[in-house]
């Protein structure tokens, strides 16, 4: 009679990952985002928190003219005068305290810093927040800043070629990028593609941008998005360029980053040590003629067309 063998046993998985380190990532905030608009503005420092924008007034007074050769003319006498209101913009805070307890700092800190990873995410988070309010804010914002007669609608109500034209009469000196949300550009693309003109692309920051005659779209997710409807901004930036610029404070105490500040502000008694982050800044839009919008956009135009996208 023969023996049945005993059943082979070996250390199962579940056991043997008790004993082995684990690879640890530090916290994925899936609210970052790229940021471009931060990335294109020009920013300027500002003394006190305050930037002056100064104004010609009446600039078509201004008087020349061309002499003719071998002749006498009598040339006008003119000179340029200023507006003696000019707007100011004042640099706002994003902030916010942190609030981090010693134990949690002294005891869970390897293989990564917690305290360097909470200020990491909360200032990722502020800047996000800056982003909104370079476009958003009622009073600074891009889209608070755009004159009556820099605004404009869709001809068809999904975002067109034509539309984009159009924003190009509007910001025709040096046009820098479009502004827009993804889901815009991606409405764009498939108008501009069902018209049999797909819109080249072109790489920025080593990332790819689609194109239109030439100037990018660029996406933020912090425009806004309503009721199936968003907008398209087109901007000049730059200060030669009379355009828009970004404001900041230099040199503040404890500046991580052009604006930005860190700063410790102790240990209270219940152990918790706490760091007040702000960042301050604005917005100037220096001539009327630096930003446009194509307003009241449908990004869903394009189940117009079922046919086009089966």
């Known amino acids: 009679m023969t023996s049945t063998p005993a059943a082979l046993t070996t250390l199962g998985d579940n056991a043997a ?7 640890k990532t530090t916290a994925q905030l899936s609210t ?12 300027v420092p500002v003394e006190a928190g305050i930037f002056r924008l100064n104004t010609v007034k009446d600039p078509e007074s201004i008087k020349v003219t061309c002499t003719a050769r071998q002749t006498e003319n009598q040339l006008p006498r003119t000179f340029v005068n200023y507006d003696e209101k000019p707007r100011e913009f004042f640099l706002n805070a ?60 869709p001809l068809t109500g999904a975002p067109t070629p034509d539309d984009l034209d159009e924003l190009l009469t509007k910001v025709w000196k040096e046009p820098a990028f479009f502004l827009a949300h993804p889901l815009t550009i ?44 968003s907008k398209i901004l087109l901007i000049r930036v ?23 500040s860190v700063r410790f502000m102790g240990i209270n008694d219940q152990a918790i040590s706490s760091y007040l982050i702000s960042l301050y800044c604005s917005l100037a839009v ?15 135009k394009y189940h117009d067309y079922p046919d086009t996208y089966k």
């Open 17 to 23: 990952r008790q004993l082995a380190n684990a690879t």
């Open 186 to 229: 991606a409405a764009f693309g498939r108008e501009a593609t069902r018209r049999g003109t797909p819109p080249p692309t072109i790489s920025l920051f080593g990332s790819q941008f689609i194109t239109w005659r030439g100037i990018p779209l660029i996406p933020s997710d912090k425009v806004p998005v309503a009721d199936g409807k």
């Open 94 to 153: 994003v902030s916010t305290i942190l609030d981090v307890h010693t134990r949690v700092s002294d005891l869970y800190s390897s293989p990564h810093d917690q305290i360097k990873e909470q200020l990491r995410l909360t200032i990722e988070t502020i800047k996000e927040n800056q982003e909104s309010e370079l476009i958003n804010n009622p009073d600074y914002g891009l889209l608070s800043q755009v004159t009556d007669e820099q605004r404009i609608f």
């Open 32 to 43: 970052i985002s790229p940021r471009w608009l931060t990335h294109l503005l020009q920013w």
């Open 286 to 300: 220096l001539t009327p003629d630096a930003v446009a919008v194509l307003d009241d956009v449908e990004i869903n």
């Open 238 to 260: 730059g200060d030669k360029r009379q355009g828009v610029v970004g404001l900041y404070q230099p040199g503040l105490p404890g500046e991580q980053s052009p604006g930005l």
